[in-house]
T-cell receptor, first 114, second 114 residues
Framework: GENVEQHPSTLSVQEGDSAVIKCTYSDSASNYFPWYKQELGKRPQLIIDIRSNVGEKKDQRIAVTLNKTAKHFSLHITETQPEDSAVYFCAACAMDTGRRALTFGSGTRLQVQP | DVKVTQSSRYLVKRTGEKVFLECVQDMDHENMFWYRQDPGLGLRLIYFSYDVKMKEKGDIPEGYSVSREKKERFSLILESASTNQTSMYLC?????????????FGSGTQLSVL
């Protein structure tokens, strides 16, 4: 089955700096890669996703890049703000074959220092 | 707004008890999922279901079973609760639209098994 590894487990940045979280996946059939944000005491929510036919996707201050050859994808947050502090989860899924269920990484706790 | 409701926010049970965790969604989603969330381990898939009366094992199904008698309701059952099942349990539902799949999570049930 799919295995998703996520690094780092914790990340502390100064407000205004950039933050990068990296994930690798094992199943070459995976073609859908979402990122979820979970604020303290709240439920995870989808913030951005990418399909394997696209190399990069941006939404305001967040972007995701995908390297299919290396089975690697990353979340980039620019101009970080205190409200970006949360746990971020990457995930992978083979939407067209096999089970359509997300396999999540272990999470990254991002702390943005004001 | 999509609502995924989990019946209990906190639950304390004794070892050996049979435990039922209930989840109801109001968006007519076909897909429903049960994950458990543990620090440093991320979200791990227990069971999922694509339709009424169908179920699929996730990555950690041992010690659990599920029931989906109605489309809107997906129950997780701990046949004989053990201390290593102390965890946060998250239910989610999803639809498939335009090739992507977005999970809507419930607020979670923090289960303590003593």
């Amino acid at each position: 089955g799919e295995n998703v590894e996520q690094h780092p487990s914790t990340l502390s940045v100064q407000e205004g700096d950039s933050a990068v979280i990296k994930c690798t996946y094992s199943d070459s059939a995976s073609n859908y890669f979402p990122w979820y944000k979970q604020e303290l005491g709240k439920r995870p929510q989808l913030i951005i996703d990418i399909r394997s036919n696209v190399g990069e996707k941006k939404d305001q201050r967040i972007a995701v890049t995908l390297n299919k050859t290396a089975k690697h994808f990353s979340l980039h947050i620019t101009e970080t703000q205190p409200e970006d502090s949360a746990v971020y989860f990457c995930a992978a899924c083979a939407m067209d074959t096999g089970r359509r269920a997300l396999t999540f990484g272990s999470g990254t706790r991002l702390q943005v220092q004001p | 707004d999509v609502k995924v409701t989990q019946s209990s926010r906190y639950l304390v049970k004794r070892t050996g008890e049979k435990v039922f965790l209930e989840c109801v969604q109001d968006m007519d989603h076909e897909n429903m999922f049960w994950y458990r969330q543990d620090p440093g381990l991320g979200l791990r898939l227990i069971y999922f279901s694509y339709d009424v009366k169908m179920k699929e094992k996730g990555d950690i199904p041992e010690g659990y079973s599920v029931s989906r008698e109605k489309k809107e309701r997906f129950s997780l059952i701990l046949e004989s609760a053990s201390t290593n099942q102390t965890s946060m349990y998250l239910c989610a539902s999803s639809f498939i639209g335009t090739g992507v799949e977005k999970l809507f999570f419930g607020s979670g049930t923090q289960l303590s098994v003593l």
